[in-house]
């Protein structure tokens, strides 16, 4: 099941990108996202490109009671997120969403670009459950829960730039 999330930014592609390399940031996204203090990574700087990794526990109550019994009361999450050096203005990425023991992932790329005097974050990608019969169900389950934890994301880093930190 394909899905494609856009968001306007008050910074430029360049302030945006030193943003969500900052490992503060990092740690503050992750918690708006879930429960509890994650275990958050960042390799590299703004500048040269950088990896973001963030592992942590969620509870199963974020996906319908008819499939928590594929993933039990917890769920261990890891999100990586690739971003490659600049090219101009424009910023590329790649990001990977796996479920631990779950039978699915979400995985897709990341731009953003310049959008006036702020810039423009454009997520874009794909999520597949390997699960007979109820699979795409599933997926719609779970493409519904990561838009809403990438909203939340959104919303934390909305008030970053703005000076919340």
Do not use: C
Not at 63 to 77: D, H, K, T
């Amino acid at each position: 099941m394909n899905f494609s999330h856009s968001h306007r930014f008050a910074a430029t592609p360049d302030g945006v990108a030193a943003m969500l390399a900052d490992p503060a940031f990092v740690q503050r996204r992750g918690a708006a996202s879930g429960t509890g203090e994650p275990d958050v990574e960042v390799e590299g700087t703004a500048e040269d490109g950088f990896t973001v990794a963030i592992r942590q526990q969620v509870p199963s109550d974020t996906i319908p009671a008819e499939f928590r019994s594929f993933v039990g009361s917890r769920l261990s999450v890891r999100y990586t997120e690739v971003w490659e050096p600049p090219s101009g203005e424009d910023r590329t990425g790649t990001f990977a969403v796996e479920i631990v023991g779950a039978p699915g992932h979400a995985a897709g790329s990341l731009a953003l670009v310049p959008d006036g005097e702020g810039s423009r974050f454009v997520a874009t990608g794909a999520i597949t459950v390997r699960v007979p019969l109820v699979g795409a169900m599933i997926e719609a389950a779970v493409k519904d829960a990561v838009v809403k934890g990438l909203e939340a994301e959104l919303v934390v880093a909305d008030a970053w730039l703005a000076g919340d930190r």
